[in-house]
């Protein structure tokens, strides 16, 4: 930061201010003396009037001299500040020659800002300023007499002697209290936060108790501090007095040995004292002196390699690019990411998918400038990330994380980022797009509803919908979105999906990170991860046709406490709010086929028998139920009993056998139904299809593993 070495000019006039400051601390030695030494031998009165007009002047001048010096480390001290955060603002963002881009304000440069204008307001400022002269004091005790250079060395040397002791007892605990006030501080503002988040009573009652046992370890830590603290002003105190006094008693031995003068003796006392104060004030005050020097340093240095701002760009395509990107883990692991690289058309919409821990979010956050790759590029349309000014990085990009947050404000200053000058039919119309206009509305404050006085005013999954109002702001046309329908209920889903549908409608790039697979129909592209390499990218049918060989399997206990267990896995399968029906459907032939099972169970003696469930998606419409179980050959008589049965157009009474009645309702239900017992095993095998009805109101879309 250039500008901070401007403040190398304000130091002389200080030095200046300093220096009157300090001449005249001598103003009393020196009337001492010479009231002393004249006019008292003397009886001049005229003398003393001189001398005490004299004195008074000086006495003036120093007042004004160190309400000027005062008055100018203030305003100096809010100049730095101001200067600092300026530049701060002015370079958000801005990369550092060679080095990646910077997402995020380096709070190290508002820390040493706010260090550097603290000190300079403080008794630090103060005392820094006073150390150069301190050889004129020490030139003052040499030239009245060496003895009193001496005293004063001794003095300092016990004063020394005294911190350093006080130092080694208090660093452990300074170090402790310092941790225990942390702990505190972050256990009571989330006792209440916690609570409500978890909905468990006891967990603020339980972290308010935790919050006083803390408290009580601290109040030992103080008063074992406060002891030696104490101790160490005590001392100090002593040295003080000690000084003075042995300063007088060496003094009046020099004035009984003719080797100096009554006057010289109060003169030296008073040097002495003030320059004893003078050395302990910059002891004291020497951590802040040292912080402040550093924080400088850093700052002066800071920003000289800084790039000036490249060209705004004035509208972007929609093409983006990775190539080589790489952000390695550190210790010798496995990078998060390893030389990954794709490219998606204008309007194209891609779905990232893998396992837990495969790299998905940082993928996410690496190509839309969250977290930039230290290896590899990613571009938008031409322009490199990396050089992006942020201004144009936030116009061009949308962003919603998997767990959004807003921040303490109203709702219409969270969607519009805190901008100073937000355009309100902006926030409406980004409301609106997001599908959360009339959610808002609805609320008693409306868009100034205030989320700092009620904090739990919105659910998780309106947070999120809100979250992506904030990401549509700026009409981005690249939406970047980490598992957005992670929180969502059926209607939140359909609402995003019309709302993704309208954006590829309109050419925004769209990628996102998925788990669950209810909008995977609007992607055109799918690139899979796994242990953060692509081992899969293409277009979406392709993809998931190689994905669709693994079938979902569940082995169950033939007992009839698993029915709920049976159907709660099948309608897992299903993540389309579209696929209820379907769904049902699913779940009612799973639980006739467990109830075959249960029908030829075998005998008691067996230990431990089981059925294993299989289901397979053929396509959007299709699926495929197995069942591997326990049999016997007489189901495929009894098969061929009911479909006789059916193709006659009788339906099943209610005196047919169990078994029967649910080989009939599995055949009523299914496209094709087929059975084959071998050695007391049967394997059931159940086409299912889709109602047309409950799924053509949406485009299809396929599920993943």
Not at 29 to 43: A, C, E, K, W
Not at 280 to 290: G, K, L, M, N
Request: with cysteine; charged share 20%.
């Amino acid at each position: 930061m250039n500008a901070y070495r401007h403040l190398q000019r304000a130091l002389p006039p200080l030095l200046v201010f300093s220096l009157v400051s300090n001449l005249a601390v001598l103003i009393s030695p020196l009337f001492m003396m010479q009231v002393l030494d004249r006019v008292i031998p003397s009886g001049n009165t005229a003398t003393l009037l001189l001398l005490g007009g004299l004195a008074l002047a000086a006495l003036s001048l120093q007042a004004g001299v160190e309400w000027g010096r005062d008055l100018a480390l203030l305003r100096l001290s809010t100049w730095a500040e101001a200067l600092g955060t300026g530049h701060v603002v002015a370079t958000a963002g801005q990369s550092p020659k060679g080095q990646p881009a910077r997402s995020q304000t380096d709070r190290s440069d508002i820390d040493r800002i706010a260090g550097l204008s603290q000190a300079l307001a403080s008794p630090a400022a103060t005392a820094g300023l006073s150390l150069p002269w301190l050889p004129l004091f020490l030139l003052a005790l040499w030239i009245i007499h060496p003895g009193f250079l001496l005293l004063l060395l001794g003095l300092l040397c016990l004063f020394g002697l005294a911190r350093l002791v006080e130092r080694q007892m208090t660093r452990a605990g300074s170090s402790a209290l310092t941790r225990l006030q942390q702990q505190e501080a972050a256990v009571l503002q989330h006792a209440g936060d916690f609570a409500g988040r978890l909905g468990v009573a006891m967990i603020e009652q339980n972290l308010l108790q935790r919050f006083q046992r803390l408290q009580s370890a601290r109040h030992r830590q103080s008063d074992q501090l406060a002891g030696y603290q104490t101790a160490l002003a005590g001392i100090n105190s002593w040295l003080r007095s000690l000084g003075q006094i042995m300063a007088l008693g060496l003094g009046a031995f020099l004035v009984t040995q003719n080797a100096l003068s009554p006057g010289g003796m109060i003169a030296a006392s008073l040097i002495l004292s003030r320059t004893y104060a003078t050395f302990e004030a910059v002891a004291t005050q020497w951590p802040v002196i040292r912080q402040a020097l550093s924080d400088y340093a850093a700052l002066s240095k800071g920003g000289d390699a800084v790039e000036p701002p490249p060209v705004e760009i004035p509208e972007f395509s929609g093409t983006l690019r990775a190539e080589g990107l790489i952000v390695p883990r550190g210790g010798g692991a496995p990078p998060l990411l390893d030389r990954v690289s794709f490219a998606l058309d204008p309007g194209e919409c891609l779905a990232i998918v893998g396992s837990s821990g495969s790299g998905k979010t940082t993928l996410l956050q690496a190509i839309s400038g969250v977290a930039p790759a230290p290896i590899g590029s990613a571009f938008l349309d031409q322009s490199e990330l990396r050089a992006l000014q942020r201004q144009n990085l936030y116009r061009a990009t949308g962003y919603l994380p998997q767990r959004a947050e807003l921040v303490a404000g109203s709702i219409a200053e969270n969607v519009a980022c805190f901008e100073p000058d937000r355009q309100d039919a902006q926030v409406i119309e980004a409301a609106k797009s997001a599908g959360v206009h009339g959610l808002i509305a609805a609320l008693p404050d409306g868009y100034e509803s205030d989320l700092a006085q009620a904090p739990y005013l919105l659910s998780a999954g309106q947070v999120q919908r809100v979250a992506l109002a904030r990401a549509l702001y700026t009409k981005p046309k690249y939406l970047f979105l980490d598992e957005p329908n992670a929180l969502l209920d059926g209607d939140g889903e359909r609402a995003l999906a019309q709302t993704l549908l309208r954006l590829k409608a309109e050419g925004t790039t769209i990628v996102m990170v998925l788990h669950r697979s209810g909008l995977m129909g609007l992607a055109d592209k799918i690139l899979r991860l796994e242990q953060g390499r692509v081992i899969d990218f293409g277009v979406r049918a392709e993809v998931l046709a190689r994905l669709s060989g693994n079938r979902r399997r569940m082995a169950l206990p033939l007992l009839a406490s698993s029915l709920q267990d049976l159907r709660d896995w099948v309608a897992s399968q299903f993540t389309r709010s579209s696929d209820e029906a379907f769904s049902q459907k699913a779940q009612l032939v799973a639980m006739e086929l467990f109830h075959l099972a249960l029908a030829q169970a075998p005998s008691p003696q067996q230990d431990h028998p089981s059925v294993e469930f299989s289901l397979k998606f053929l396509n959007e419409l299709e699926c495929e139920l197995r069942m591997v179980g326990a049999g016997d050959a007489d189901l495929e008589e009894k098969m061929v009993r009911v479909r006789k049965q059916l193709a006659t157009g009788r339906e099943p009474s209610g005196d047919q056998p169990r078994d029967e009645m649910a080989l009939a309702a599995v055949s009523q239900m299914s496209q094709s139904f087929a059975l084959h017992t071998q050695e007391d095993v049967t394997v059931f095998h159940v086409a299912l299809h889709a109602d047309r009805g409950g799924l053509g109101q949406q485009q299809p879309q396929e599920r993943i593993n």
